[in-house]
């Protein structure tokens, strides 16, 4: 079936440097994707979403790119702070009551 | 945004019991959702709960295992039925605004251990 899948499962990166969490999908359909992030013992937080007319979205310290050619998505936290420590899914919306699929999950772990 | 809460945060249970989970938000919403997080792994859509109507579920998850209420927009329950080892999860429920464009938000889940 259609799924939602991430390259890498962890992610190690130094404070202050960015980060890049990466994300494929399979549907060509969808036309919205989101990024949650997941702090140990928490729901998932929204973090930032982009729709498919766009290729890239910009929020505080996060970018958001979006290559439809490929599949692909992607999140650039700029100056990863130890906070940014948490489980980060891509997800995709389906259908017209906003279903979401999450991906796999990346782990990212900020070393001070 | 939805501030949402979930009772209990956490609990451990016996096999062959059952544990009703309640998630209550802070505005009327038109969709709830439940999800599994499985340990270590990413979230499974258990089923959408509508308000006034039968609650839609996703394949591999059925209503005898997991029935859910929604008696109004504020509020929805799900229960874990005869549960086993394997129901052992992370149990979230999340909400859709309704406003078009925007996206869903979680609860703090319900962290449940069937011995």
């Known amino acids: 079936g259609e799924s939602v899948g991430l390259h890498l499962p962890t992610l190690s990166v130094q404070e202050g440097d960015n980060s890049i969490i990466n994300c494929a999908y399979s549907n060509s359909a969808s036309d919205y994707f989101i990024w949650y992030k997941q702090e140990s013992g928490k729901g998932p937080q929204f973090i930032i979403d982009i729709r498919s007319n766009m290729d890239k979205r910009q929020g505080q310290r996060v970018t958001v790119l979006l290559n439809k050619t490929v599949k692909h998505l992607s999140l650039q936290i700029a100056a990863t702070q130890p906070g940014d420590s948490a489980v980060y899914f891509c997800a995709e919306n389906n259908g017209g009551y906003q279903k979401v699929t999450f991906g796999t999950g990346t782990k990212l772990q900020v070393i001070p | 945004s939805a501030v949402i809460s979930q009772k209990p945060s956490r609990d451990i249970c016996q096999r062959g019991t059952s544990l009703t989970i309640q998630c209550q938000v802070d505005?009327?919403?038109?969709?709830m959702f439940w999800y599994r997080q499985q340990p270590g792994q990413s979230l499974t859509l258990i089923a959408t709960?509508?308000?006034?109507?039968?609650?839609?579920?996703e394949s591999g998850f059925v209503i005898d295992k997991f029935p859910i209420s929604r008696p109004n927009l504020t509020f929805s329950t799900l229960t874990v039925s005869n549960m086993s080892p394997e129901d052992s999860s992370i149990y979230l429920c999340?909400?859709?605004?309704?406003?078009?464009?925007?996206?869903?938000?979680f609860g703090p889940g319900t962290r449940l251990l069937v011995l």
């Open positions: 709960a509508n308000q006034g109507s039968e609650a839609t579920y």
């Open positions: 999340s909400v859709e605004p309704g406003r078009v464009g925007e996206t869903q938000y």
């Open positions: 505005s009327q919403v038109t969709m």
